[in-house]
């Protein structure tokens, strides 16, 4: 077996592309939606893209991805100011929100039976992603390189203790919000390559195996980013084989090693 042949085709070198500008950006965030404990956040966004696609399909716009990025930023400032102001939980609010969402984008796009054009959405295609599309991903790969080299400290001191971390001067709500909205552009614009039902695992994963493993915040962010590209690059070249989707493949090679990071946590305590 050839194992270097699946880079022959177009599609394939397109779809490493992609993987490598995504996966490190899931390893990135995915340690800070961790520390936040925002894991229903990010599954919530998620399932929001589907209200975005259908709010595209009602104002009749070609592009769907600008709905949902527009829907997925509002949705994460709404659920951001909601859940600071009422006396729900975050996650019973989160949880609401995120149900009300998908029955609303199921019920507008399943009108007249039209849902499986958009089925498509919920396990994602990487290797239908073009040239520049892969553009759009390494902007947002940057700005988010960007704001995690000016902000990340003061993320780590809010999730630590929020009362402290004002009382410090630094703009907890702003930065909040902030964090909130790039974490609605990573989702949405990787739902269509990633898919719906798995976006958040891919998320979490990685950051949950790392924290198994990592003995310090600098290891821990280090070891998200590792392990979430291994699995990215591993489930890509696997699917081409196995001739099974890659977003499924990614999360099981995922799923193996957090289990693995998890008995040998255990073993070394």
């Not at 209200?51 to 399909?57: H, N, S």
């Not at 489930?235 to 693995?260: D, E, H, K, Q, R």
Request: with cysteine; hydrophobic share 55%; proline share 1%.
């Amino acid at each position: 077996m050839n194992f270097t042949n699946w880079l022959n085709f177009q599609f394939m070198r397109n779809a490493i592309l992609a993987i490598l500008i995504i996966t490190p950006l899931f390893g990135i965030i995915g340690t800070m939606i961790i520390n936040k404990k925002m894991a229903f956040f990010s599954d919530a966004l998620g399932h929001s893209a589907l209200t975005g696609i259908a709010v595209g399909v009602i104002c009749g716009m070609k592009n769907l991805n600008i709905s949902m990025i527009i829907f997925a930023v509002i949705f994460a400032l709404l659920l951001n100011k909601i859940s600071k102001n009422s006396s729900a939980s975050k996650d019973t609010i989160i949880s609401v929100f995120s149900s009300c969402s998908v029955a609303i984008g199921l019920a507008i796009l399943s009108k007249g039976g039209n849902f499986s054009q958009y089925s498509s959405m919920l396990v994602g295609d990487v290797l239908s992603i073009t040239s520049k599309e892969i553009v759009y991903l390494a902007v947002i790969f940057l700005s988010t390189i960007i704001f995690w080299i000016f902000a990340s400290n003061e993320l780590n001191a809010i999730a630590i203790h929020k009362t402290l971390a004002k009382s410090k001067n630094i703009k907890v709500e702003l930065l909040e919000n902030l964090f909130a909205v790039f974490v609605a552009l990573i989702v949405t614009v990787s739902i269509k390559w990633v898919g719906i039902l798995i976006i958040n695992a891919l998320i979490i994963l990685p950051a949950a195996a790392s924290r198994n493993m990592a003995e310090n915040l600098r290891e821990y962010h280090l070891f998200s980013i590792i392990i979430a590209l291994f699995s990215g690059v591993l489930g890509l070249w696997s699917s081409y084989y196995t001739n099974v989707a890659t977003g499924p493949m990614i999360v099981i090679i995922a799923s193996v090693i957090y289990f693995l990071t998890y008995i040998f946590g255990k073993k070394n305590k």
